[in-house]
Nanobody, 129 residues
Framework: QVQLVESGGGLAQPGESLLLSCAAS????????MYWVRQVPGKGLEWVSA????????YYADSVKDRFAISRDNAKNTLYLQMNSLKSDDTAVYYC??????????????????????WGQGIQVTVSS
C-alpha cells in the first residue's frame, strides 16, 4: 500500500524558512519521479517542483525558483522541500506526490496531474506576519 506522509509545515513569517518532508512507503521510491504540488483553498492545483529518480535533476515553477529546493534521500525513502524567503503568496496546502509510471524514458509533463500515481494527505503552510 502506497503511503506518502508530509510533515514540517506550519506558520512562518515572511522571509523565514521551512523544510517540508515526505516519508514514502509501499513502493520502490528510488524508481519514481517525485513532485511537490500546492493548492490554495478555492483555487486549482499548482505544480511547485519535481525531481528525477536519482535526484540529479530538479525542476521548479517560476514562482518558487531560486527560493525553494527539492531533494530526496533514496536510502531513507524521503522527499524534501526546503522553502526559503517565504512570501505570503506561498500560503497553501502542500502535497507530496509520486509519478504513476516507472521507469520513464523521457521527462514527464509535470503539470499532467492525472499522470500522478499517488498523493499525500497534504500539509498546511501559512506565511503571515
Amino acid at each position: 500500500q502506497v503511503q506518502l506522509v508530509e510533515s514540517g509545515g506550519g506558520l512562518a513569517q515572511p522571509g523565514e524558512s521551512l523544510l517540508l518532508s515526505c516519508a514514502a512507503s509501499g513502493f520502490s521510491f528510488s524508481e519514481y519521479w517525485m513532485y511537490w504540488v500546492r493548492q490554495v483553498p478555492g483555487k486549482g492545483l499548482e505544480w511547485v517542483s519535481a525531481i528525477n529518480p536519482g535526484g540529479g535533476r530538479t525542476y521548479y515553477a517560476d514562482s518558487v525558483k531560486d527560493r525553494f529546493a527539492i531533494s530526496r534521500d533514496n536510502a531513507k525513502n524521503t522527499l524534501y522541500l526546503q522553502m526559503n524567503s517565504l512570501k505570503s503568496d506561498d500560503t497553501a496546502v502542500y502535497y507530496c506526490a509520486k509519478d504513476g509510471i516507472a521507469p520513464r524514458f523521457s521527462n514527464p509533463i509535470f503539470t499532467n496531474f492525472n499522470d500522478y500515481g499517488s498523493w499525500g494527505q497534504g500539509i498546511q503552510v501559512t506565511v503571515s506576519s
